[in-house]
């Protein structure tokens, strides 16, 4: 239990867990629509000032498990409530509580029907989340896992667009599909732990390599549709489009970054030579993804489903980075997670608002609303340069350290940088469409719709948009408190990696023989 | 090395035009006060500008550190010898610039001029940026910061040619930087654990023993990701460029945006690359010959164009290249002709473009055939045309002629008999495409449908600017100390 520092205080995760959940009890005695929601408000809000507490405790200069709980739960199978953070999660964490008041904010007139399910949905949804990404016990984790399927699929299925059905149906399928096989690795290595389902146990054993690489497989099924990497995408387009903008936000920001998430917390550590192995592969369906997202993004006259697609071309930089397994990409595919739960937050923020207006998610009802929205478009305007990677802006700094990461990863091969030249034309691809979006929205062209009658944001939307673009700029121009918080977990990680480096090759040799 | 102190000015000369675009954009409704503001921010940006004169002169480096992203990584200004040259004209061109827009925009009564002053002031903002640049983040930052704010200016009209132009333009510009510029930014921080600059043209940045094939692979993506220098394959933006209205063109597609690229492009070449490197790895030979044909082949395009405007703008294109043929001679003549040629060419296209404008105003004429006689109504703005034209030509004693010479002894140096004789064929090519024009008006006869009736010479807010930037041409070519001194503390 070494690599544990016990939280001897306030048990402040667990409040972070648990008090959502409570709000959403107290919810039920709630009869008010405006009262559910601004007392749901104050609950995310309660919970974003309270996680702050988290970042004030938190050591950045330790690879350990920080303000660890460990409490029993059942014994009889050895399940424990075991949580704590390090340097992988807590930006994830602090990026899922801080944006959670905001969906409750863009949801204040977009929801008009059963307000009291939805903000309990919501509420949920972020007790689910904060427990996925502290969750130490592996039982813990799938539960949670799984139970954000269900909130989420009823924010899709009850106040989603017209085919609401066949989208949240086909969430849940897939999601539940990848996460079966999860459960067979995770009661394997529950075998060969001695009965244990205490995650960082299972890191660093030497399994026999064939194992690794089912257990590998078992973990990228799961966790690359969740992400979702190319060709395991499908459900994304559909789900978000008929997500209302809340669920739309929460899917972008949080949910996509539990597969990511995935794979550094357990594929890495737990199958460090099957990763190593093959990585290549996962990094050529990165590309893939990124140059697929970025044609497919060019070509969508739904503004949701752009932005879709276009998250399948960011979540390829971020595996991307991930798999080139050196501290920049890491780092940069850690940042990226944040850096992707902001803008395209956001993103689905700014055309939610036009949806209000408009009824429309098509580009063309929205050409040329420019000159009538002009504080939209300044909004809008950052938010997709920052998607597509302008400098100064966050994004700029994850792609460039993945594009660095990844350059560095073929010099250390000592080859032409064919991987890393194989994602540029995804960044040319993400300044295309976003810059063909914002064209429209912002001049259309010379047979606009009349659009005079629209009104621009009110004082509510502003406040919802602006600490988003606050974090734009400050990433964009000052990442480093960022990258600290994460170091030492991301170096400890690849240290450890480098000691299995031979042995994975000789397993290779092995197999090849 | 330690860190030399945070000089403010740098600072101010970089505020100041986006304080300007801020005040337009609020004092928008009226008109009077929103064109104080931004003549008063560009003699203000002059002013700053100016005061970091006399110590760049002695050689040395000002500095203003803004953001550090990564270790090696940050947003950083300086003031050296090669960033002033550049400063100085960017902001002294906005100076005449605005007065000259001020009378263009008001002669056509032309619609959305509070988002054309602040997009203006925008674009100064950057190309200040650009000059100011301590390191390729910055370059890059400011560098595409230009491409986005200029958008609107080009699209100006919000017709079907302004958006298609406009398309055009920034699909190039940016589409470029995206796939040459952005990899080779990351690649040379790979490489070198650093993006600054270095302190002199000789060194460079890269470490002895770097990959050759890899630096050569970077040099080359140098050279196309800043598109804005018009080197030709990825010269086609600029023609498209010229549907936006004349001030514009005359800013900012002969000086600013243009001259963006070939700053960034030549300080690359000489402060990442170095002049070491680059003639180690014999990259500057073949570098000259390859623009060598952006040079010829532009000329001979302008001289087919009937547009005054399209002939300009090819040849900018090909004046463009002689900025960056001179700096790939790698001899001291040569690079100090192509670095002072980013002063002359300045100023005496801008002379000619808005002259260009001035006909537009007063005739609403585009075409050099139509011009016929049009020199005897207009005077002043077709002396002016003439004599900014000798510039382009390299005709003693305007300012081109000093960058022609320079270029000469430097190519003659560089033992390169090729480059001598391509240089003397595209004067000849200049003298081809510009000398018509002015002979045309001045002496070509008036068409009997057309007695020119009602036309006067353009509105005296176009016709002094027109006048000082003339002027200055001429200044430049009779007394290049001024400029030359920059030029010299570059080459060292």
């Known amino acids: 239990m070494d690599q544990l520092l016990f939280n001897s205080g306030f048990p402040i995760l667990s409040v972070l867990i648990f008090l959502p959940l409570a709000g959403a009890v107290a919810l039920l005695f709630l009869n008010s629509e405006q009262a559910c929601r601004i007392f749901t408000l104050v609950v995310s809000g309660a919970v974003a000032l309270l996680s702050l507490f988290v970042l004030a405790d938190f050591d950045t200069a330790t690879a350990r498990f920080q303000l660890v709980e460990h409490h029993r739960w059942i014994e009889a199978f050895n399940i424990n409530y075991t949580i704590g953070v390090d340097g992988i999660s807590i930006l994830l964490l602090l990026l899922t509580t801080l944006i959670m008041p905001f969906c409750v904010l863009a949801s204040w007139t977009y929801i008009t029907s059963r307000v009291k399910i939805f903000m309990i949905c919501l509420l949920v949804m972020e007790t689910a989340m904060i427990g996925v990404f502290v969750a130490l016990d592996f039982v813990l984790f799938y539960i949670l896992w799984e139970a954000m399927l269900i909130p989420m699929y009823l924010l899709i299925a009850i106040w989603g667009g017209p085919r609401k059905i066949y989208a949240s149906v086909k969430f849940f399928l897939y999601t539940l599909a990848g996460s079966i096989l999860l459960l067979v690795a995770i009661i394997w290595l529950y075998a060969t732990n001695n009965y244990s389902f205490f995650i960082p146990e299972m890191m660093w054993q030497d399994y026999p390599f064939s194992a690794q690489v089912l257990v590998f497989l078992a973990f990228f099924l799961a966790f690359a549709i969740k992400v979702p990497m190319f060709p395991f995408h499908t459900w994304l387009p559909a789900a978000h489009v008929e997500a209302p903008t809340a669920g739309s936000v929460i899917l972008a920001s949080i949910l996509l970054k539990m597969g990511t998430y995935g794979f550094l917390r357990f594929a890495l550590p737990i199958t460090p030579e099957a990763t190593i192995v093959l990585a290549p592969y996962v990094l050529w369906l990165s590309i893939a993804g990124i140059i697929y997202g970025g044609f497919t993004a060019l070509a969508q006259q739904d503004m949701k489903k752009l932005i879709a697609y276009s998250s399948v071309g960011h979540m390829g930089f971020v595996t991307l980075g991930i798999f080139v397994l050196n501290v920049r990409g890491v780092e940069g595919a850690i940042l990226q997670m944040v850096n992707h739960g902001i803008t395209t937050g956001a993103l689905f923020l700014c055309v939610g608002m036009i949806y209000e207006r408009t009824h429309s998610r098509e580009l063309l009802s929205a050409t040329g609303v420019g000159k009538y929205m002009p504080v939209f478009i300044t909004f809008l305007a950052f938010f997709s340069l920052s998607s597509f990677g302008f400098p100064g802006t966050n994004s700029f700094v994850g792609e460039f350290m993945i594009i660095a990461g990844a350059f560095q990863f073929d010099t250390a091969l000592q080859r032409f940088p064919t991987l890393a030249l194989a994602s540029i034309p995804g960044a040319v691809l993400a300044a295309a469409y976003m810059l063909r979006m914002l064209q429209k929205i912002i001049w259309g062209g010379t047979n606009n719709p009349d659009q005079s009658w629209i009104n621009d944001l009110n004082l509510r939307e502003i406040v919802v948009l602006t600490p988003f673009l606050f974090f734009v700029l400050w990433i964009g121009l000052g990442p480093q408190p960022f990258i600290d918080l994460m170091h030492c977990s991301v170096d400890h990680l690849l240290q450890q990696f480098e000691a299995h480096q031979n042995h994975a090759i000789a397993a290779a040799g092995a197999l090849i023989r | ?492």
């Open chain 2, 1 to 492: 090395m330690d860190a030399p102190a945070n000089d403010y000015r740098l600072l101010f000369a970089l505020l100041i035009p986006l304080i300007g675009t801020l005040g337009v954009m609020l004092k928008g409704d009226r008109e009077n006060v929103r064109e104080a503001i931004s003549s008063i921010s560009s003699i203000l940006l002059l002013l700053v500008v100016v005061s970091m004169v006399a110590e760049v002169r002695q050689g040395k480096r000002l500095i203003f550190h803004m953001f550090s992203l990564l270790p090696g990584v940050s947003v950083t200004l300086r003031a050296d010898a090669m960033s002033m040259i550049f400063a100085l004209v960017a902001s002294s061109l906005w100076t005449i610039a605005v007065f000259y827009s001020m009378g263009y925009m008001r002669g056509l009564k032309e619609h959305a001029q509070t988002r054309f002053n602040a997009c203006f002031a925008l674009a100064i903002f950057g190309a200040i940026g650009v000059a100011f640049s301590d390191n390729l983040f910055t370059m890059y930052l400011f560098y595409e910061l230009v491409s986005i704010c200029t958008y609107p200016l080009v699209a100006h009209h919000q017709d079907d040619e302004g958006y298609h132009g406009a398309r055009k333009y920034l699909v190039y510009l940016t589409a470029t930087a995206k796939a040459f510029l952005l990899p080779a930014m990351i690649l040379i921080y790979v490489l070198t654990g650093t993006l600054d600059f270095a302190a002199t043209i000789t060194g460079g940045i890269f470490p002895k023993d770097a990959n050759s094939t890899l630096v050569i692979m970077l040099y080359i993506f140098c050279l196309f990701g800043f598109a804005k220098n018009g080197v030709m394959p990825f010269h086609h933006w600029l023609p498209g460029a010229m549907v936006a209205p004349t001030p514009v063109s005359a800013l900012l597609h002969a000086v600013a945006v243009v001259k963006v690229g070939v700053f960034c492009t030549t300080r690359v070449m000489l402060y990442v690359f170095g002049t070491e490197t680059m003639g180690a790895l014999n990259l500057g030979i073949p570098t000259a010959y390859f623009v060598g044909f952006t040079v010829v082949a532009a000329s001979i395009i302008a001289l087919s164009k009937d547009n005054l405007k399209s002939r300009l703008a090819y040849s900018t294109v090909s004046q463009l290249s002689y900025i960056i043929l001179g700096v790939a001679l790698l001899t001291e003549p040569a690079i100090q002709g192509g670095l002072i040629h980013i002063v002359n060419h300045a100023f005496s296209k801008i002379t000619l473009f808005f002259c260009a404008g001035a006909i537009y105003v007063a005739t609403h004429k585009k075409y050099i055939s139509e011009m016929e006689g049009l020199g005897r109504t207009m005077p002043f703005t077709f002396g002016a045309f003439a004599i900014a034209s000798l510039s382009m030509i390299g005709a003693p004693p305007v300012a081109g002629f000093i960058t022609k010479w320079n270029l000469l002894v430097g190519s003659v140096e560089a033992h390169q008999f090729g480059i001598l004789l391509l240089l003397i064929a595209s004067t000849m090519l200049n003298a081809a495409y510009f000398a018509p024009i002015t002979y045309k008006a001045f002496f070509g006869k008036r068409p009997a449908t057309e007695p020119y009736t009602g036309i006067k010479e353009a509105p005296l807010a176009m016709l002094v600017p027109i006048l000082i930037a003339c002027l200055i041409s001429v200044i430049i070519g009779i007394f290049p100390q001024f400029m030359m001194h920059f030029v010299k503390v570059v080459t060292g």
